[in-house]
């Protein structure tokens, strides 16, 4: 399978913190929830449905889910999710989801995180392009939203 230009967002930082560190920060849903501003009441598991309350200014009246894919040890992590779900009148349910991957590397003291979403060429044309830029806007601001938490709290 051949994936096009548009399918994909990756992104990629390096983090002043152990691997265990990210790892928690990702995989505990609380943690994850204080930098991605969004609130789980259930730990992530493979295999588990969630539902979370948004958290961000703005965007308090969505909901969003995740269906937790893989969780290998300090190693990597990956859901699937609708993107860019942000109109309230709109059912997604029926929709492709995209594919959330983080991946941990040892990069010398530190951590390099690389999130990739994949999956932009199932969604519905008539959101296809919002939904790319959008989340790509996204995921800039969240690769900051964890760098800037694990300097707060080590």
Known sequence: MVTSLTDRIDKRIRLASPRSRVWRALTDSA??????????AQPFRAGATLRGQITSPGYEHLVTTFVVAELVPERRFSYHWHPHAIDPARDYSSEP???VEFTLEDAGTGTELTVVESGFDGIPLDRRAAALTGNSEGWSIQVTRIRDYLFGNP
């Open 31 to 40: 943690e994850f929830g204080a930098w991605f501003k969004v609130r789980f």
């Open 97 to 99: 989801m995209t594919l």
